[in-house]
């Protein structure tokens, strides 16, 4: 099992800037890659991105390319979003996931945080 908690999010207004945190504990050396998701009030769940545990090879969602960016340290089993240049439509509950590689190839997320809300005002 893998735990993750988010941290970071908050109220901040158009254009300014938040850093999210997402601290994984437990089983971590059977992550494969962690993400960022978000949903907003009546929204379907979107990827804002995502990051490679090993290679750190990333990749974002069309929403954050160019204001957010993701990282982590191995050492802490940490995860970070830095988000830049916040608009209002960035308001929404964001969370992070932890996954592995499935039988078909694909990304399956297993594991996820409580979300933790961010806010932009106008």
């Known amino acids: 099992q893998v735990q993750l908690v988010e941290s970071g999010g908050g109220l901040v207004q158009a254009g300014g800037s938040l850093r999210l945190s997402c601290a994984a504990s437990g089983r971590t050396i059977s992550i494969y890659v962690m993400g960022w998701f978000r949903q907003a009030i009546g929204k379907e769940r979107e990827f804002v991105a995502s990051?490679?545990?090993?290679?750190?090879?990333?990749s974002y969602g069309d929403s954050a390319k160019g204001r957010f960016t993701i990282s982590r340290d191995n050492a802490k089993n940490t995860m970070y979003l830095q988000m830049n240049s916040l608009k209002p439509e960035d308001t929404a509950v964001y969370y992070c996931a932890a996954g592995r590689l499935g039988a078909d190839g694909g990304l399956q997320y297993d594991y996820w945080g409580q979300g933790t809300q961010v806010t932009v005002s106008s």
């Open positions: 990051i490679f545990w090993t290679s750190g090879s990333t």
